[in-house]
């Protein structure tokens, strides 16, 4: 039998994907989510109906994501972009997020403040009304303020 994707998260990564207030059928962005181990494992808690939105600026971080989730992106349950959180819209026909999150992202954690406020306002705009943006630097996560 297969490994479970949670089993094989580093243990920090693992509390993370836990602290999430995840259900089947829900829509999740992840910001920054090379190479794609919490967003497998995200997988598993959402699934079936749910998918999760991985961005991250890096082609290369994309490319492992594409590589290492194949299963779930072949599944319909995961999906990559390559762009950066503060240039990130929604595409056409696209159905907003219930949940955002991100862990060591520079534009959220106030390492690029000025990046944050645009990254803020574009995660804003992509979630549902009441969705809410969780970040590492809690026990282990806390919800970020958007506006």
Same mark, same amino acid.
């Given at each position: ?14 509390? =993370? $994907?836990?602290? !999430?207030? !995840? ?6 962005? @992840? =910001?920054?989510? #090379?190479?794609?181990?919490? #967003?497998? #494992? $995200? ?9 999760? !939105? $991985? ?10 994501? @594409? ?12 999906? #990559?972009?390559?762009?950066? %959180? @503060? ?11 219930? =949940?955002?999150?991100? %862990?060591? $992202? ?10 944050? %406020? ?14 809410? !943006? ?14």
């Amino acid at each position: 039998m297969e490994e479970k994707v949670m089993s094989r998260l580093s243990p920090r990564l693992a509390e =993370i $994907v836990n602290a !999430l207030p !995840l259900k089947p059928g829900m829509r999740v962005l @992840e =910001i920054g989510g #090379a190479p794609g181990a919490a #967003a497998r #494992a $995200v997988c598993e808690s959402i699934a079936p109906g749910g998918h999760i !939105l $991985v961005i991250d600026r890096s082609a290369k971080g994309i490319g492992q994501i @594409e590589r290492n989730a194949a299963a779930e992106i072949s599944a319909g349950l995961l999906s #990559a972009r390559c762009i950066a %959180v @503060e240039e990130f819209t929604l595409q056409p026909d696209e159905e907003r997020f219930d =949940i955002a999150f991100g %862990v060591r $992202v520079g534009a959220l954690d106030g390492r690029h403040p000025t990046a944050g %406020v645009a990254a803020r306002a574009r995660i804003h705009e992509a979630l549902q009304p009441g969705g809410r !943006l969780y970040i590492d630097g809690g026990t282990p996560l806390r919800v970020s303020p958007l506006e």
